[in-house]
């Protein structure tokens, strides 16, 4: 299996590049932004991959960085999502963007993606959401963006913020409210960096009157 193809590059075409190793043209298939990124022809370039072998079909998959090839590979994995409309989500989003999509459930980010329907964004909210919420995937969708401050903790406060709204939400309806009037009292709050037993005396306070 190939991990990484380094090389001359000899050819840029829409949807895909050839690079020369040793005399040898590998086909690779990229989305077009991340063939933008890549240097001139004729320069030395190196792009991550993934390998796909089916019966009849034996393809290469090209990627500028392992977080864009993480992003591919969770996504293909969804039911329904093939690596055509992986290519062209990956040519719109960047991997925390993705990430931070699936983690909230934001439906409409997704859906103005390429080829991703409402049904379809709902499956990878449903599919993806705990395993992007795995410290481990935080650490690979975002090593990116090294360098650039905040990104990480961002991503990580999103997710202990919407741990701590589940909490509070089932806490109060442990005390007798419907989770569609909680969720109604939440929206009037401002949640960010707010404790669970704040979330719930403010949540008390608004159902209260």
Sequence with gaps: MLAYIKGTLEMKMTGYIVIDVGGLGYKVFMSDSGIEKLGNIGETVKVHTYYK???DDISIFGFNTLEELKMFELLISVSGVGAKTALGMLA?????????????????????????????????????????????????L??????????????????ENEEKIDEAIAALQVLGYNKREIEKAFDKLVKENMTTEELIRKGLSILGK
């Design 53 to 55: 072998v089916r019966e």
């Design 92 to 140: 719109v989003c960047e991997p925390t963007e993705f990430a931070l999509a699936v983690i909230t459930e934001d439906v409409k980010t997704l859906t103005q993606m390429p080829g991703i329907g409402a049904k379809s964004a709902q499956r990878i909210i449903l599919e993806l959401k705990d395993k992007i919420k795995k410290e481990q995937q935080i650490q690979e």
């Design 142 to 159: 975002t090593k990116a963006t090294e360098g650039i401050s905040g990104v990480k903790t961002k991503l990580e406060e999103k997710i």
